[in-house]
């Protein structure tokens, strides 16, 4: 089921989730808009008083969380503005709902309540946020970002997404989310890559190496499974060029190897996604 929060009034809260995931009988997402509120920001003069706005909107009254915009840099230049206009140019929070409507459809089984929050983060400046670091802790550490009961799809202003690429964005980062919170403490890089790789055929995704070039990652990825170093995560997930940037051993990988051996194993898993969150396997 859709609930459609519209519209933004000043210093409004949004209602927490209604139920959790033992009190429901079917999945419940509920969209929160944030492209207006965004866009609303860099209206204002660049100054103190949009960033304590800014705040203002993120947070309720009692300091929780209001609205999960901490990767929004709401001090940024044009490029920012530029980015949120080309979502809302091509309805993106549209197109959100409707990935949201067919997530909630084919999770119907999967009892719990979620909300979805579109973000446009900016990883051209390199003041605010790193991109690979964002994308990581999101993915792979969400506990770390007190984002319970929130999926953010994560938009970048180096970036110009197609609607299919925002649906695509949307549906994976909606089963990220119900599968991190199904089991929250296991942090080994075969649970990332299970939980990965279902989220990308989740959405729809298709392999972007060869099926050569996934087997010889394969083979330096399977010994490492029951590590749960974060220095190894990065290294098998986004490869060597990411593994040196940040000064972690290179492991011989290509760029986004794991999540290249990830997909190709959900692939040639013959349950769908969805029916391996209903088997909690």
């Known amino acids: 089921m859709i609930r459609v929060e519209v519209g933004w009034a000043s210093g409004a809260t949004f209602p927490a989730v209604v139920g959790g995931a033992g009190s429901l009988s079917h999945m419940q997402i509920e969209l929160v808009p944030t492209l207006a509120l965004m866009r609303d920001l860099y ?4 100054d103190m008083a949009r960033f304590h706005r800014y705040i203002e909107a993120m947070t309720n009254a009692d300091g929780s969380l209001a609205l999960p915009l901490s990767g929004f840099n709401p001090m940024g230049r044009d490029r920012v503005a530029e980015a949120v206009d080309h979502l809302i140019t091509i ?31 900016d990883d051209i400046g390199g003041m605010w946020t790193e991109r690979t670091n964002v994308e990581a802790t999101a993915r792979f550490n969400r506990r770390a970002s007190s984002l319970a009961g929130w999926a953010v799809p994560v938009f970048w202003t180096s970036d110009r997404p197609t609607a299919a690429a925002i649906e695509a964005e949307t549906l994976a980062e909606i089963y990220r989310t119900v599968a991190l919170e199904a089991e929250p403490d296991k942090r080994t890089l075969s649970a990332v890559m299970r939980i990965e790789g279902r989220a990308l055929r989740f959405a729809g995704a298709s392999p972007g190496l060869g099926r050569a070039e996934i087997e010889r990652a394969r083979t330096t990825l399977d010994p490492l499974g029951e590590r749960g170093e974060w220095p190894v995560i990065i290294a098998a997930m986004f490869g060597d060029e990411v593994a040196q940037q940040y000064g972690y051993e290179p492991l011989g990988l290509p760029t986004r190897a794991g999540f290249e051996v990830a997909l190709a194993d959900a ?8 029916a391996c969150l209903q088997a909690g396997a």
Do not use: I, K
Request: aromatic share 2%; net charge positive; hydrophobic share 45%.
């Open 267 to 274: 692939l040639d898993d013959p349950r769908p996604p969805e």
């Open 91 to 121: 309805d993106a929070e549209v197109v959100v709902t409707r990935a949201a409507e067919e997530a909630a459809r084919r999770l119907a089984l999967v009892r719990g309540a979620y909300r979805v929050a579109l973000v446009v983060s």
């Open 43 to 46: 209206r204002m003069p660049r």
